[in-house]
């Protein structure tokens, strides 16, 4: 399992990553966003979709993703961040990454006590 530093660490990068770009973009007029810039963290992100996709439906992750990301900028847009997740049926405050990496474990990830082994539940989802 990527520990919750290491998520951090990679999704501020795509963050800072992407508004770089953006900025770049806005004031020489580049277009970076079809470059290899840009798709190397497409890749980054495209790769933890996919590595929590083992935990869960690939299409329920990848929406939460692009919701998160990009719906609520990564949690700064917390009216947005608040709405719409949740786990077994209530609601769960996303409004950072370590927010989102939590609601990851919660919404796809269940913890066996016993093994301490992270493993799939399919109903952790509610």
């Known amino acids: 399992m990527i520990e919750k530093k290491i998520f951090v660490k990679m999704m501020n990068g795509i963050k800072s990553g992407i508004k770089s770009i953006e900025i770049v973009e806005e004031t020489l007029g580049l277009p970076l966003s079809r470059g290899k810039i840009y798709d190397g963290f497409v890749e980054i992100y495209e790769a933890l979709i996919d590595y929590f996709s083992i935990y869960g439906a690939h299409s329920d992750i990848e929406d ?6 990009w719906e609520t900028e990564f949690g700064k847009r917390k009216e947005r961040a608040s709405e719409c997740f949740s786990v077994k049926g209530k609601m769960f405050e996303v409004n950072s990454i370590e927010d989102f990496y939590d609601y ?23």
């Open 64 to 69: 939460d993703f692009d919701f998160f990301c």
């Open 104 to 126: 990851l474990l919660k919404a796809y990830v269940n913890e066996d006590k016993e093994t301490q082994e992270l493993q799939f539940n399919p109903i952790s989802r509610g």
